[in-house]
T-cell receptor, first 118, second 117 residues
Framework: GAVVSQHPSRVICKSGTSVKIECRSLDFQATTMFWYRQFPKQSLMLMATSNEGSKATYEQGVEKDKFLINHASLTLSTLTVTSAHPEDSSFYIC??????????????FGEGSWLTVV | GENVEQHPSTLSVQEGDSAVIKCTYSDSASNYFPWYKQELGKRPQLIIDIRSNVGEKKDQRIAVTLNKTAKHFSLHITETQPEDSAVYFCAAKIRDISNFGNEKLTFGTGTRLTIIP
């Protein structure tokens, strides 16, 4: 079953506002979560790596002040798109890795969040 | 960083025939190569994976081969069915020393597979 839950699945916001997307690991502790962005008909592009209790590591070209990532607990990471613009409209998806013998290094993806900025 | 190239971008196959999708990667330190199937607006679904110490893996109609020397890996789907139609992504995982040793996935550009009934 689904072990990484992402919310909301769809969100529409006005240009200039901020929107928060949550990613939760439901039955395991995720010390590391990853945030991806996927534009229509394109691949998943890694935006940042989120480590519990520390600052996120952003990929080149991703504005850390615009895409705020918080990983305050072992089961929750949030992505906040600040001052959203229409070009930020995209499919945002998180993933988490469960480390250990029980699950191995399995990668679990959230359901994704469609963001539309109008 | 790691760079993953995927070909072809689109592939149409007659139902019952085989489909092959190929990927190359740039960093020889990559150690894990999953393949994902993604339907529109949904999360990627892992369909098969292979680790760097194995050359081939098969799961019913799906197989993956890995050539570490040439740094390429391929997905093979036999006896294709209409429900195989989707976008397929390859990926390569590498440990990022600059990022707490986190293992990052780099995705290929995707292949839209269409099975023609």
């Amino acid at each position: 079953g689904a072990v990484v839950s992402q919310h909301p699945s769809r969100v529409i916001c006005k240009s200039g506002t901020s929107v928060k997307i949550e990613c939760r690991s439901l039955d395991f502790q995720a010390t590391t979560m990853f945030w991806y962005r996927q534009f229509p008909k394109q691949s998943l592009m890694l935006m940042a790596t989120s480590n519990e209790g520390s600052k996120a590591t952003y990929e080149q070209g991703v504005e850390k002040d615009k895409f705020l990532i918080n990983h305050a607990s072992l089961t929750l990471s949030t992505l906040t798109v600040t001052s959203a613009h229409p070009e930020d409209s995209s499919f945002y998806i998180c993933s988490a890795t469960s480390v250990g013998q029980a699950r191995g290094n399995t990668i679990y993806f959230g359901e994704g969040s469609w963001l539309t900025v109008v | 960083g790691e760079n993953v190239e995927q070909h072809p971008s689109t592939l149409s196959v007659q139902e019952g025939d085989s489909a092959v999708i190929k990927c190359t990667y740039s960093d020889s330190a990559s150690n894990y190569f999953p393949w994902y199937k993604q339907e529109l607006g949904k999360r990627p679904q892992l369909i098969i994976d292979i680790r760097s110490n194995v050359g081939e893996k098969k799961d019913q109609r799906i197989a993956v081969t890995l050539n570490k020397t040439a740094k390429h890996f391929s997905l093979h789907i036999t006896e294709t069915q209409p429900e195989d139609s989707a976008v397929y992504f390859c990926a390569a995982k590498i440990r990022d020393i600059s990022n707490f040793g986190n293992e990052k996935l780099t995705f290929g550009t995707g292949t839209r597979l269409t099975i023609i009934p």
